[in-house]
């Protein structure tokens, strides 16, 4: 009965090990989170069934005659006129292997 009884040694997990799963743990949260965040993104954002609000802009209106010292904005059609022309005149210059203005 005077026998020494030898404590059982039982060893845990320690730092590394605690700190490893905890690690693992934190990514696979991360890897579900990002998954369902994408999922979530791509139904309610991109796939949702309800069109997207789109601004409507008014035209605007002339309300006063242009006065002589005024610009006059060209209209559309002129303006893509005279940059198709110079676009042309580009080109040409290209082809000949010639050195062109360019404004």
């Not at 845990?12 to 989170?33: S, T, Y």
């Not at 994408?38 to 309300?63: F, M, N």
């Not at 002589?68 to 292997?97: C, F, I, W």
Request: glycine share 10%; net charge negative; proline share 6%.
């Amino acid at each position: 009965m005077n026998t020494r009884a030898e404590p059982t040694t039982t060893r845990g997990m320690g730092c590394f090990g605690k700190g490893c799963l905890i690690l693992i743990v934190l990514a696979i949260l991360f890897v579900v989170v990002g998954v369902g965040g994408t999922y979530w993104g791509l139904r309610h954002v991109y796939l949702s069934d309800k069109p997207a609000p789109i601004d409507e802009t008014t035209a605007p209106t002339e309300t006063s005659a242009a006065t002589p010292g005024e610009t006059s904005v060209a209209t559309p059609s002129e303006k893509s006129t005279e940059v198709r022309e110079r676009l042309d005149t580009m080109k040409k210059g290209a082809r000949a292997h010639e050195q062109t203005e360019v404004e």
